[in-house]
């Protein structure tokens, strides 16, 4: 494991729209800029980790990256948006190709919707963190590095 | 607002199948029937409302075009079809472009099985308008022409 | 059926405030004016349909007006108010008359409290419409002439 | 009916991860291990059926293929993977194409999660197979067959 | 308890309609015919019973009228139609009144919709009789009978 | 239809202990004291039915009999006593048998627990009798001839 | 604000029956009785407020008063007797009235039958009171009177 | 009874923060204001109530300081906060030391989160008073002075 | 493993009745045409399948022959009928003999009443054939042959 | 009370595979060696009580036993099995004999599967032993004779 | 294991009330009364048990104790009270502590309120013994010894 | 806010346990291990946050180091441990003390008993981390940092 770790960004349904959509909840940032600071973070950690994004509003193609994940990357760091909460092929996705997966979400989702309450793909992630905005992903990066410094000492 | 209000008509799954599919519950019209008809009545409003047609059997397609939407159309017309029921992506897809919906349904989706009475874009369309067959576009197309001369009006 | 339609529209409990009773949720319309102008929209059909104006507080008179509609009435509009939530009878009245009865509501009901959701009205009606304020009405009527064109050419 | 049977395997989402994904589950043949064992065992009965191969993460594309199916085959054998628990418009599409479907599964979905023992499409389909592995997929065929004998009787 | 036993037969919404409404479930003789009938069933006891009869669609004249039996009737035999399933005034009416009701309906409810399952009266009445078309009233009017003799052999 | 009606009273768990068992709720009378009871009810009928009694703690001996009534009954007056709130078995031997039952309770059962409330019975007979104690198999002896008549009048 | 406050206190179904009905839980006073006394504790305020009572069985009825006392009464104090549970009807009133509303309650209602939990109007009044028996109203009065005085000092 | 009725005012977790949390919805007066304007209350009474105050965040000495009321104290006004909702040890307190226990709140908890709408202790204190902010303790202290009177009086 | 395998297939309540009860739902053929049926299956197999058949009302009589089977039968094909829904006993017995058991029905039990979607002995078995007709039968022995392949190539 | 205690013991369906079925949660103990050991506790009490056992697969059996132990026995200690969990006939016929039972299980019923944790017979047994394996009936025979002790005193 | 064994005895809250408190349900000995009578009870074992005792009104209070038995204490016998139905902390800690422990309860808590019905701590502690009032103690005492007996042998 | 963070890490529950309780969900790092691992953190922020560690099995405890913070602490991080599940009370406090709170889990609480899905607190935290082990810890630091800068910032 003395390469480079590499870490998968997937993101789902609407979150293009980040940045104009409902800046109350969601906050500012567009993806692309969030995408450009999370490379900045990255060039600080020592493992120098390699960063891919993906976004798609569809369930299929998220599915599909989560598969090709399985064997192009040591962490998948997903924001399933909506689909969190209607998605068993996301799940199944999850644990079909072992990829050791993230689960964030910019808002705090257990204040919102009753709805948003229900995640199919929380109990087949290593952990969630939620409700801080954009940091939210920068947290989730520093997770993936902290996982992969322990995997690295067994 | 002195330009003619631009109206998408997204239609979802399986209403491709219109006219063959269950014509006792969903009527003999296909929807190319229905969009011709639906020109029609268009040329008869002064406004001479401009309208657009879509259909596709994917949720993600769906959310692409309700996205596109809210730069290009005033208001959508959504047949949700089976999403209705079961798309959170949808819900954050008409709440984030900000696009005003009408909520339609060829058949009266209150008399059928249970899980049609769960709806998640109901509660951010503007209104619903359900169990006319065909003409539950028709009383759609003209729900928008009258929020239009509402909203012209303030 | 070359006489001119029947149309009753009977409106249930609390419908007297409009105008009055929260006109964030329910407009600045009285009930008055709307009949008017439901008036005035009839006369524009070549139907000329003959509308008729019920409200009350009370189920019991609702089921009265429900009963009687099925030898005065083609049709029945019905904002049947609160009642739309609790009240079986109202169901039993529109089954045991045989009416073609329009479910209708100025509120989008599906965008408020939990219990509103529940409706034991709508699985008996032809179809519903609700959320374009004053104008569900008008859409209703508009539904009601095409619905007695549709049977008219049968 | 004195043609070869047309028949369309049609897979969801995961199940091109077979042989690989969770073999203590879903066993260690591929979907192409399966096809080719399958191609056999139809040339075994004299009707020699046709069998076509589908499969696709995306809901929509399912969609789309049983929709096709309509016109093109006379039985599909579905396996709708995580769908199964999530699709209503995979319901609707096996109602509107009035194609004889019978839903497949190799794992028995009754002794896993909760989530999985709601099914959208069992109530639409002739039968259910479940819970034999790879031989899933030979019974369905093998009851395929004798639902087209039986069928030709008539 | 030498006097004639006096027994109200309090009809509850719709049943105004009987011989109309929906004979295939509700049979074709009207209320009046049912209390012809039950005039003369009373003639044939040698307590010589008599009967008074009541209907209205207004819950809050069906609490009303029980109020007043508690003084006036011996028994009341209660088909409360659609109330029975929404109406705890009705439950109240008939614990504060203190009269011993006889529940009956002339369909058999448990073999209709859900909702027709919940009795919020079932609990305080003596007993049920459902399901025996114009018949449920006889067999009613007979249970008052062999109960009014069993108090009076106390 | 000019012979003898013939009428299975049919009595499930616990009822071979009528008049010992808890006399508060159930009365005093034992089953043999019914038997004779429902055997004098009976010569007064001018049909002069005839009457079979049967009782079992056994809820498959119970299913053998309902089996059995099909060709040797023309009704079954079943107390079903506790399997009425857990035997799908019965409610299939009933629909299998195609025999008309009509249910029967000493005791209210609405007042009672609520597991009590569930039966999978009602739905499948003819009609419902319950909390006359004693007296609902009178009022279901006279229910059926009731039944009889009518059948013999078509 | 310096007249005298004009409080209406509404009273629900059966509380007519109140002194004869189940003393053991509703207390031996009669609905007269209690007006007097709140007379009596009128007098002692130096508001001196006027009290006005009303009391129906019929919802539409409550309704009415609760309508109609937006402009006559400061405040309501309002025993929907079994109303509280079922009615819609009445929740929109007291909001579409924007009267100041106290539920009160002669028992407890919460030591009671379940279905007594739900209240479709606690939401909607200023706050609740139950459980003193009479004295409910006396405190409720007293509640109206410190609520005027709070309001008189803004 | 000739002696001052003992009260003891017993305040759950958080009411500690009175006057600084929440003014919106607590109001602004601290625990220390409103005990001050109860001792002020209890002077005008004839009896000269006794009051004792006590308040913890800690649901093990609540429940001691209920059991120990059942010695010295003839009523308890509890405002249990926060344990209402979650609390059988507070229920069985009460039962236990059979103290006559009058349930407050300050807030309208009905119009407040679902899970405030569960109670374990309503149904074992006298009766409750919520809603009316600070007032809710002189209410609730004048209920008890009214229940003092009534137990001399028998 | 190179005997015969030894096949027992043991039928539900009811099941005696088949080809005579609700032949839309269960077909016209009897148990026995069934049996002879599959005796004509079994001798078409190498392994030439020793088969034995059972069937009772009776729930203690299926648990007793389950557990005889644990020491005379290779599998169980198990048809439970309408115990399929309510018997525990029958899931430990399958459990507690360790049998491989293979749940069948006739018809698709997903299509029906809701109670029929409960099934105790799914998770305990090996996987469920459901709605072919007596074809059900055909394929569970086919797949116990495939399931006896498999074990005696490991 | 000066005789011998009379103690049936009484197990339900599948407790005759003792030692034999999944003794990793029941023990390795047969039903023969359990009964040898509770003759030898009996034997070191002063009472000698007189221990019957009894096991049946089959519910109606059990319900015979139960009603037989009412006036032969003065305790039933009751392994119900199975029926615990599904089984009114047997509450029932706990209640109708009136005979003091305690209920007790080989495992932690409250450890295993959701369904296990619904007891019909909890609430009319005298208490519960559960989890302790072989001891469980131990135990139970000690309570049996604590009671005994306890009545004689009385 | 040849120490003599040490076992804890702790009481959840209202427990100290015992002999005071609803001695109907929970019987007239105190707890010290209780606590000497298990002093004379572990005389008897040749084993000599050593017991402490423990009761507190506060959870935090027991979740301490339960953490320090799992250094000083052979078995914990628990009677957690109220605290069964709420407390997700006493779970954990004796999942935490590896303790052996054995909940007891003085009442038949299955035939009380609902809530009572839910245990957080039985699905983690040995078994369950409830119901036999001041015996449920000695029934634990003598299952700890027994338990200690079977872990000696091994 | 150019003073150093103030930052309050509060734990819940037996986290007093961590390193010795279950290991295999909680990790092998005592509380005492982690404090010291987080001041180390600490030290690398310019911001040179001053951190304070508490922990309590007591609920109320916590909740008044809760409200301790409000006027001590720019952050509380806390770990609930059991009480994330069954406390309001901790709930209003964090409401009521106006602090900002960042939930934080060792264990992935979704992967785990149904009832670690309800939190009380989760809606009225700012986020949650949940599923690193002790990372959780260093992530929640991290995540205040964050926050405390962008509130500076504004």
Redesign the interface.
């Known amino acids: 494991m003395n390469q480079n770790p590499k870490i998968w960004i997937i993101n789902?349904?609407?979150l293009?729209?980040l940045g104009?959509?409902?800046p109350g909840i969601y906050g500012s940032q567009t993806l692309a800029d969030i995408e450009k600071s999370l490379q900045d973070q990255a060039q600080e950690y020592p493992e120098k980790p390699v960063l891919s994004f993906y976004q798609?509003?569809?369930?299929?193609?998220l599915?599909?990256w989560i598969?090709a994940a399985r064997h192009e990357a040591d962490f998948v760091l997903l924001n399933a948006?909506?689909?969190t909460?209607?998605?068993?092929?996301l799940?199944?996705?999850i644990?079909?190709?072992q990829v050791q997966a993230i689960e964030l979400h910019l808002s705090?989702v257990?204040?919102r919707e009753d709805?948003?309450?229900t995640?199919?793909i929380?109990?087949?992630?290593?952990?969630?963190?939620?409700?801080?905005g954009a940091?939210?992903y920068?947290?989730a990066l520093?997770?993936a590095i902290?996982?992969y410094r322990?995997n690295s000492n067994i």
């Open positions: 789902g349904p609407n293009n729209l104009e959509r409902e798609s509003n569809s369930e299929g193609r599915v599909d598969q948006g909506a689909y909460h209607t998605s068993v092929a799940r199944d996705a644990v079909g190709s705090n257990h204040a709805f948003r309450k995640s199919y929380s109990a087949v992630c290593v952990g969630q963190i939620a409700g801080f940091d939210s920068h947290l520093e997770a902290r996982l322990k």
